[in-house]
């Protein structure tokens, strides 16, 4: 079942009156199943970030339309103004970066409640779904720790916990191993593919990624050139950062 499908999505920046016009996303069109790991290549500045901040309700298209489709909820956008995807960002979408943007002096578990509370769950509820994510991320031993004494890798499971903690069907993954060592960044991604394949609720994730090799191993690879994105391979994806 088709969960993120993207249709004629463009984005420019600059002025076309005085010439300085730049098209980066010249006509995306994009597909993704409900848990699928789609990993997403392509060289700076190509607009990998223009896409993902579009889907995430941060940017708004020129043109072009984006849906989410998850049990009764249908999310159409794209060209929306961000202050009128609120419920996106809410409900339908949820980010992983490079940086964990942990609040270091707070637990595991306050990290992820805090974001829950924002969305105006209440704390005893929040609580319980902190417990909940960061049990499935494999932090059970670390849910009272302090989020400045984990490990790097610790950490991008809580940034994780705190995304999947929403129950968003959709994760967007920039650079998630960006700031980790080879093994943890194996780790990161064999959880990306639990949390993808869990029988009770799978998720789909797009992942950006310079790392050819952890790309090989999700479920597909695209590559994004030229403005748009196409089906991609290994001998393609070592190309992108030779």
């Known amino acids: 079942m088709t969960l993120l499908e993207i249709r004629g999505l463009k984005r420019g920046f600059g002025s076309k009156t005085f010439n300085t016009r730049l098209e980066v996303l010249k006509g995306v069109n994009l597909k993704i199943k409900q848990g ?7 060289p700076s500045g190509c607009g990998k970030s223009t896409l993902l901040n579009i889907i995430g309700g941060l940017l708004r298209g020129d043109s072009g339309e984006i849906s989410i489709t998850h049990g009764e909820n249908d999310y159409k956008y794209g060209t929306i103004n961000p202050s009128k995807v609120v ?3 809410r409900n339908g979408v949820g980010w992983i970066f490079q940086d964990f943007h942990l609040l270091e002096q707070l637990t595991a578990q306050d990290n992820v409640a805090l974001a829950l509370e924002i969305k105006g769950i209440g704390k005893k509820e929040a609580d319980r779904k902190a417990r909940e994510a960061l049990i499935k991320v494999g932090l059970k031993d670390r849910i009272d720790f302090v989020a400045g004494q984990l490990s790097g890798g610790q950490q991008q499971r809580v940034a994780v916990a705190r995304a999947i903690a929403g129950s968003r069907p959709l994760l967007l993954a920039d650079e998630p191993t960006g700031n980790l060592d ?9 959880l990306f593919k639990e949390l993808c394949t869990d029988p009770m609720n ?12 952890l790309a090989t191993k999700a479920d597909r690879m695209l590559l994004m050139k030229d403005g748009i994105t196409a089906a991609s391979n290994i001998k393609d994806a070592w190309g992108v950062i030779e």
């Open 36 to 42: 699928e790991l789609v990993a997403l290549m392509g």
């Open 87 to 89: 419920d996106v960002r």
């Open 182 to 190: 080879v093994k943890s960044g194996e780790d990161i991604l064999a």
């Open 202 to 213: 799978p998720i789909s994730i797009l992942m950006v990624t310079h790392d050819p090799m």
